[in-house]
């Protein structure tokens, strides 16, 4: 292995190989070891592995003495990126499952492990009024519950979820179709910097990667396979997010669709979807409460046992406190609180979805 070139270095170096993909990298990982190693296998080793071609061996036997895996690196670094490989704590379960997962992401940002508590949000870029103003409503409250959103930084609803979460002071994180060096579209680029100080960007792709046609497919089956769940908010019968939705559902994802008025071809994907066995949504407490029964249900699986502790909203934290003393009914806590009836309820609610609270009969509520 040439000198100074680490593990990360040496996966990244196969990475770049062209034509080389992550299944056939795990390939040669499982069959000769560290990618260290692979880099410093013989022809004869390399041409032992399926769908090794002479073009791969040379690219691979290359690569190690190459330096562009190290140049991309210093590049990465530069703008205060790293990598993300699957070795890392944060590298999301869910994603381990899809067969052609990504070796490894570029990133820009934080990741933490309130991430593993994540909802996808997809559809169009050419959406309406509708489209924008639900995706605000339920992102925002997804992401004051503690989920983190995860988008493609796409024109539209993509923009809205990543807009609201943020608007919570909520996690989200953006996977994208081109290189970090090629932020797209560019009018998002001052969104793209917001989300960095609440989360992630991330690619698959090199540094100066453009996008084109090809590269979204891509960039849709890891927005898909990051979380268990996805929400598909408005998307015409050719949408790409019907792809993502579809790719949700091959992997075994719970997909979650907003219906929509059946003359407008805006909505045509998602009522097609709720048709297809999609669980319609009207609110985001319809995905919370199944969060919930899924998450006390989940015993070892990758959901975890209960829903992040988050710092509460301020509305939320004001009725934990009028309750501290007891039991308080629903009359009280909206005189007390100096909250709206509406704020109050909406509050009591998520509150409950938290197992913060618990009503009582006669709408009364105390602490858990």
Same mark, same amino acid.
């Given at each position: 292995?040439?000198?100074?070139?680490?593990?990360? =270095?040496?996966?990244?170096?196969? &990475?770049?190989?062209?034509?080389?993909?992550?299944?056939?990298?795990?390939?040669?990982?499982?069959?000769?070891?560290?990618?260290?190693?692979?880099?410093?296998? !013989?022809?004869?080793?390399?041409?032992?592995?399926?769908?090794?071609?002479?073009?791969?061996?040379?690219?691979?036997?290359?690569?190690? !003495?190459?330096?562009?895996?190290?140049?991309?690196?210093?590049?990465?670094?530069?703008? *205060? /990126?790293?990598?993300?490989?699957?070795?890392?704590?944060?590298?999301?379960?869910?994603?381990? #499952?899809? &067969?052609?997962?990504?070796?490894?992401?570029?990133?820009?940002?934080?990741?933490?492990?309130?991430?593993?508590?994540?909802?996808?949000?997809?559809?169009?870029? &050419?959406?309406?009024?509708?489209?924008?103003?639900?995706?605000?409503?339920?992102?925002?409250?997804?992401?004051?519950?503690?989920?983190? =959103?995860?988008?493609?930084?796409?024109?539209? =609803?993509?923009?809205?979820? &990543?807009?609201?979460?943020?608007?919570?002071?909520?996690?989200?994180?953006?996977?994208?179709?081109?290189?970090?060096?090629?932020?797209?579209?560019?009018?998002?680029?001052?969104?793209? #910097?917001? =989300?960095?100080?609440?989360?992630?960007?991330?690619?698959?792709?090199?540094?100066?990667?453009?996008?084109?046609?090809?590269?979204?497919?891509?960039?849709?089956?890891?927005?898909?396979?990051w979380s268990m769940d996805l929400l598909v908010v408005e998307a015409g019968e050719k949408s790409g997010a019907l792809i993502t939705a579809n790719l949700?559902?091959?992997? /075994?994802? #719970?997909?979650?669709?907003?219906?929509?008025?059946?003359?407008?071809?805006?909505?045509?994907?998602?009522?097609?979807?709720?048709?297809?066995?999609?669980?319609?949504?009207?609110?985001?407490?319809?995905?919370?409460?199944?969060?919930?029964?899924?998450?006390?249900?989940? *015993?070892?699986?990758?959901?975890?046992?209960?829903?992040?502790?988050?710092?509460?909203?301020?509305?939320e934290t004001i009725l934990l406190e009028a309750l501290a003393t007891g039991e308080r009914s629903l009359e009280?806590?909206?005189?007390?609180?100096?909250?709206?009836?509406?704020? !109050?309820?909406?509050?009591?609610?998520?509150?409950?979805?938290?197992?913060?609270?618990?009503?009582?009969?006669?709408?009364?509520?105390?602490?858990?």
């Amino acid at each position: 292995m040439p000198v100074g070139m680490n593990e990360d =270095i040496a996966l990244l170096a196969l &990475h770049l190989v062209p034509n080389l993909g992550p299944v056939k990298i795990r390939r040669l990982l499982a069959e000769i070891g560290p990618a260290e190693s692979v880099l410093n296998a !013989t022809s004869a080793q390399l041409r032992r592995i399926n769908g090794i071609s002479t073009e791969l061996d040379i690219g691979i036997r290359s690569a190690a !003495t190459d330096g562009v895996a190290q140049r991309e690196m210093d590049r990465l670094e530069s703008h *205060g /990126g790293w990598l993300l490989t699957e070795n890392h704590p944060f590298y999301p379960k869910p994603l381990h #499952q899809l &067969h052609n997962a990504p070796v490894l992401l570029e990133a820009l940002g934080t990741l933490t492990e309130a991430d593993r508590h994540a909802i996808s949000i997809v559809g169009s870029r &050419h959406c309406s009024f509708y489209g924008m103003e639900t995706t605000k409503h339920f992102s925002f409250r997804l992401a004051s519950a503690g989920l983190t =959103i995860v988008s493609g930084l796409a024109r539209g =609803i993509d923009t809205a979820a &990543h807009q609201a979460a943020l608007a919570a002071k909520g996690r989200t994180i953006a996977v994208i179709g081109s290189g970090i060096g090629q932020l797209y579209p560019r009018e998002n680029q001052a969104l793209a #910097q917001r =989300i960095t100080k609440q989360g992630a960007i991330l690619s698959e792709f090199p540094f100066d990667s453009p996008p084109n046609p090809q590269t979204f497919p891509y960039r849709n089956r890891i927005v898909a396979g990051w979380s268990m769940d996805l929400l598909v908010v408005e998307a015409g019968e050719k949408s790409g997010a019907l792809i993502t939705a579809n790719l949700a559902t091959d992997q /075994g994802r #719970q997909v979650y669709a907003i219906p929509g008025p059946i003359d407008r071809e805006s909505s045509a994907g998602t009522n097609r979807l709720i048709q297809q066995g999609a669980k319609l949504v009207t609110c985001a407490e319809d995905i919370l409460e199944e969060l919930q029964e899924l998450f006390r249900h989940a *015993g070892n699986g990758s959901r975890g046992d209960s829903l992040p502790a988050l710092p509460l909203p301020p509305e939320e934290t004001i009725l934990l406190e009028a309750l501290a003393t007891g039991e308080r009914s629903l009359e009280e806590l909206i005189s007390n609180s100096g909250l709206s009836p509406a704020q !109050t309820i909406a509050s009591l609610l998520s509150l409950e979805l938290k197992q913060r609270v618990r009503p009582m009969p006669g709408q009364w509520f105390a602490r858990t």
